[in-house]
């Protein structure tokens, strides 16, 4: 069975500063990893995923995750938070590559200070 | 990009009624959609799998009989919320897959906030 932890359900980050977002997987086979955001009453958005290519992988808005499977982690970063990165951010895993279901994680909301 | 539609955006219903959401692919076709409901501050639960022109299937304690998913076309997948109760208040988000060769991205709907008096 897969399951996503994210560490943290509130993260607050100055304006500026670095972002970093927390997720640990399990799997019973290599996993394919998501990160998805969410604005205030809206549905998710995807932000980047992992398919077993690159470990280090690039999104929209500045976001990479990387990969590390002797840590069992794909943590979300962005080396300069912006006022607009405000929101909730999902950490989602799956086990088929394909239309399988994905399995999400409690989120993290990001709180930018000015 | 691959567009995902939910209406309505917003309902609200007295208890007892019945609650019709659709969700649409508008610029591709998905063989499969995913039904998911989000409580307020909490993560994405997966209710039910559609796939076009078969019975969804619903994941452990979901009822079937009480969330019903008909996917008529690759297009189109609804869920009809039955006999609907406070309880059942919630924002419901779809998503959907794209349909032959390989896919490794769910695109989702806006989702539909469901509140039931």
């Known amino acids: 069975a897969q399951s996503v932890t994210q560490l943290g359900s509130h993260v607050s980050v100055s304006e500026g500063a670095l972002v970093l977002l927390r997720c640990n997987y399990s799997?019973?086979?290599?996993?394919?990893l998501f990160w998805y955001v969410q604005y205030p009453n809206q549905g998710l958005q995807l932000l980047l995923k992992?398919?077993?290519?690159?470990?280090l992988v690039k999104g929209i808005n500045g976001f990479e995750a990387e990969f590390k499977k002797s840590e069992t982690s794909f943590h979300l970063t962005k080396p300069s938070a912006h006022m607009s990165d405000a929101a909730e951010y999902f950490c989602?895993?799956?086990?088929?590559?394909?239309?399988?279901?994905?399995?999400f994680g409690t989120g993290t909301r990001l709180t930018i200070i000015p | 990009g691959a567009v995902v539609s939910q209406h309505p955006s917003r309902v609200i219903c007295k208890s007892g009624t019945s609650v019709k959401i659709e969700c649409r692919s508008l610029d591709f076709q998905a063989t499969t959609m995913f039904w998911y409901r989000q409580f307020p501050k909490q993560s994405l639960m997966l209710m039910a799998t559609s796939n076009e022109g078969s019975k969804a299937t619903y994941e452990q304690g979901v009822e079937k009989d009480k969330f019903l998913i008909n996917h008529a076309s690759l297009t189109l997948s609804t869920l009809t919320v039955t006999s609907a109760h406070p309880e059942d208040s919630s924002f419901y988000i779809c998503?959907?897959?794209?349909?032959?060769?390989?896919?490794?991205?769910?695109?989702f709907g806006p989702g539909t906030r469901l509140t039931v008096l």
């Open positions: 989602a895993v799956s086990e088929d590559f394909g239309n399988e279901k994905l399995t």
């Open positions: 992992y398919t077993s290519a690159a470990t």
């Open positions: 799997s019973s086979v290599p996993p394919y």
């Open positions: 998503s959907a897959g794209l349909a032959g060769g390989i896919t490794d991205t769910q695109y």
